[in-house]
Structures are given as C-alpha cells and as structure tokens.
C-alpha cells in the first residue's frame, strides 16, 4: 500500500508542476510563487480557469488522485494505530 502511495504523490506531483507551469505563463511570477507556496492556490486556480487554458482532464486526474491519496493516508494510519494497540 505504501508504494501506491508513493506512486500516486509522484503523479500528484507531476501534475501540479503542470498546472504550476500554466499558471505562471497566464498569471505571472507573483501569482506563480503564490502557487508554488500555496498548492491548494494552483490546485482553486486549475479548476477556475480549466476550460479557459484547456487543461481540464488533467484537473480531473489530479482531483482523483488527490481523494485517492488521502484515503491510502487515513487507510495506512488506521492500519497503523492497529498495530501499535
């Protein structure tokens, strides 16, 4: 589980270097630091202005594999806590 885990973050990641990239050639350097600093700021501006910048698959994958991640998470840190009792 924890190598799906892994292989999804690096997706995940992929994706927000992607989605990073549109938002400094639209937005500039400011607004493209901001996302750097803030992922959820790249992650609100990919879904705003996906039709716009044509990426909207991508957002979708990322959303995905966002709630997929997370559910591995909270899975792996059950499975966790159930050890250590």
């Given at each position: 589980?924890?190598?799906?885990?892994v292989?999804?973050?690096?997706?995940?990641?992929?994706?927000?270097?992607l989605?990073?990239?549109?938002?400094?050639?639209?937005?500039?350097?400011?607004?493209?630091?901001?996302?750097?600093?803030?992922?959820?700021?790249?992650?609100?501006?990919?879904?705003?202005?996906?039709?716009?910048?044509?990426?909207?698959?991508?957002?979708?994958?990322?959303?995905?594999?966002?709630?997929?991640?997370?559910?591995?998470?909270?899975?792996?840190?059950?499975n966790?806590?159930?050890?250590?009792?």
């Amino acid at each position: 589980m924890q190598v799906l885990a892994v292989l999804i973050g690096i997706a995940t990641l992929v994706i927000f270097i992607l989605v990073l990239i549109k938002l400094f050639k639209k937005e500039g350097v400011g607004l493209g630091i901001l996302g750097i600093i803030c992922g959820l700021y790249t992650f609100i501006w990919g879904w705003i202005n996906h039709k716009k910048e044509n990426i909207t698959n991508l957002m979708i994958a990322w959303t995905i594999l966002w709630i997929i991640s997370i559910i591995l998470n909270v899975a792996g840190g059950v499975n966790m806590m159930e050890q250590f009792q």
